[in-house]
């Protein structure tokens, strides 16, 4: 969730957009609230040197913060007090902050992925709440605008996990799924030497390529939604086409260099956004 379209320095959100000038002016108290519980709730899983145990317990507040929104209480911390009235102006689903905070709790015990629908299943709950919470807010949460923002956001979080399996390998975790290590004859020592040869190549051309697909069958949503809005999410989609061309563009040695957006490109993207296209 980082600004409508200017990329943030969050691990989960990076290719989100979040509350950016673009954003028409009523949405970006809401959208921010629903951001700082994120970030908030994403940290604990993640900074820091705590055991499990606890990161585990600090999320289990956040869940009980959830309950007394849901309940009509009012919330012990000043984030969630502002978290709830954004859900009572807006309407936000609850159910769909205990999913992000699901997904959290995931990382905190899970590091390896047996195939892609494991995969999905989490980006289902770390990165699909994002776009259905903004479309809540602008009022567009019909069945047909939720999926595709299901398949642009679970896109962009795969296109995170492509940018960061160095940075992920580091906290020992493997988001590229275990059978398509296998397929593709790479090895997780691979990983660790951040050697780049034919079988690391053709095992990221193929994620790129699934992941460009699901992008693609999203981003329609882009062109349905009006005003700004429409404007902000064309932007999303195209960065995160951009990062999938820089991935191509280096080889898919993203060891050496993380690909990530430099100002240089956004007057380009713009462009294109505006131009729909």
């Known amino acids: 969730m980082n600004g409508l379209?200017?990329?943030?320095?969050?691990?989960?959100?990076?290719?989100?957009?979040?509350?950016?000038?673009?954003?028409?002016?009523?949405?970006?108290k809401p959208v921010a609230a629903v951001y700082h519980f994120a970030r908030?709730?994403?940290?604990?899983a993640d900074e820091g040197d705590a055991p499990p145990e606890v990161r585990l317990?600090?999320?289990?507040?956040?869940?009980?913060?959830?309950?007394?929104?849901?309940?009509?209480?009012?919330?012990?911390?000043?984030?969630?007090?502002?978290?709830a009235q954004a859900v009572r102006d807006f309407g936000i689903p609850v159910s769909l902050c205990h999913d992000l905070l699901s997904a959290f709790e995931q990382d905190v015990v899970k590091t390896r992925y047996a195939d892609f629908g494991e995969v999905i299943q989490y980006c289902r709950r770390s990165a699909n709440p994002v776009g259905r919470i903004l479309l809540h807010c602008f009022g567009e949460a019909d069945e047909r605008h939720l999926a595709m923002s299901d398949g642009i956001c679970s896109a962009l979080q795969l296109i995170n996990f492509w940018q960061d399996v160095a940075v992920d390998w580091r906290k020992d975790r493997v988001y590229l799924p275990q059978d398509d290590l296998a397929r593709f004859r790479v090895t997780e020592a691979q990983i660790a030497e951040g050697r780049v040869d034919g079988n690391w190549r053709r095992l990221m051309a193929f994620q790129v390529d699934r992941t460009r697909r699901m992008l693609q069958?999203?981003?329609?949503?882009?062109?349905?939604?009006p005003g700004r809005i429409g404007l902000e999410l064309r932007l999303t989609v195209l960065g995160g086409d951009?990062?999938?061309t820089k991935l191509q563009h280096a080889g898919y040695d993203m060891f050496n260099q993380r690909p990530v957006l430099e100002r240089a490109d956004w007057p380009r993207l713009l462009w294109r956004a505006l131009r729909k296209k």
Do not use: K
Not at 57 to 82: D, F, K, S
């Open 5 to 28: 379209s200017a990329q943030a320095s969050v691990s989960h959100y990076e290719n989100f957009p979040v509350a950016s000038l673009l954003m028409p002016r009523r949405y970006r």
């Open 40 to 44: 908030h709730a994403d940290d604990l």
């Open 57 to 83: 317990a600090a999320l289990a507040e956040c869940h009980a913060e959830l309950a007394r929104i849901e309940h009509g209480e009012v919330p012990q911390t000043v984030r969630y007090q502002v978290l």
């Open 217 to 225: 069958a999203g981003a329609p949503l882009a062109l349905a939604l």
């Open 242 to 244: 951009a990062i999938l």
